[in-house]
């Protein structure tokens, strides 16, 4: 079985701050690990994937996010929001047979000017 | 544009009614899936099919059936339809592999009335 948490629904950063959205996943076999964002009303875009290469994953939109098996963590960074980060993220995993992704709830992110 | 199509963006329909959803996958994709996105429930699998076959279920209703055709386009079909299926209808595709990820279409939003 496979799980995915996200910490806090909300994050709310200054216009030029990191940006830090948590991830924290549960897999019983190694996992590969996704980060999608979805502008409103439209569909969920992938930014970046770890899938067991590198520890450290770049993404686009200057995003990045780091595989720490140790804490069974994946976190999402951005060292200076921009106004068009304002989104909603979505940490996924896969790790059964198959691809099949498990999401978690998401992190509706605001940048304030 | 994504790859993913899904028809129709919109919909608006009375309670009791049945609707078909449509997805055609990117070009090369075998699996397809289908997920409901509502403000309560979040992202929630139905069901995937790959390649004309079912392959896994979600929570996915008995008032809610899918197929995938030879040319792998998929059909949702909700019938039955209640004030509480109102939702964000995605579909998503991924050729074989865990390490993938999806590409998802651009959802359809199902208005009950």
């Known amino acids: 079985a496979q799980s995915v948490t996200q910490l806090g629904s909300h994050v709310s950063v200054s216009e030029g701050a990191l940006v830090l959205l948590r991830c924290n996943y549960s897999s019983s076999v190694p996992p590969y690990l996704f980060w999608y964002v979805q502008y409103p009303n439209q569909g969920l875009q992938l930014l970046l994937k770890?899938?067991?290469?590198?520890?450290l994953v770049k993404g686009i939109n200057g995003f990045e996010a780091e595989f720490k098996k140790s804490e069974t963590s994946f976190h999402l960074t951005k060292p200076s929001a921009h106004m068009s980060d304002a989104a909603e993220y979505f940490c996924?995993?896969?790790?059964?047979?198959?691809?099949?992704?498990?999401f978690g709830g998401g992190t509706r992110l605001m940048v304030k000017p | 544009d994504s790859g993913v199509t899904q028809t129709p963006k919109h919909l608006i329909t009375a309670t009791g009614q049945r609707v078909t959803l449509r997805c055609s996958p990117r070009s090369g994709d075998l699996s397809v899936y289908w997920y409901q996105q509502s403000l309560d429930q979040g992202l929630q699998f139905l069901i995937q099919?790959?390649?004309?076959?079912?392959?896994a279920k979600g929570n996915i209703l008995e008032r809610f059936s899918a197929q995938q055709f030879p040319d792998l386009h998929s059909e949702l079909n909700l019938s039955s339809l209640e004030l509480g299926d109102s939702a964000l209808y995605f579909c998503a595709s991924s050729v074989r592999g865990k390490a993938d990820g999806y590409t998802f279409g651009s959802g359809t939003r199902l208005t009950v009335v």
């Open positions: 770890y899938t067991s290469a590198a520890t």
């Open positions: 099919y790959y390649n004309g076959e079912e392959r």
């Open positions: 996924a995993v896969s790790g059964n047979a198959g691809n099949m992704l498990t």
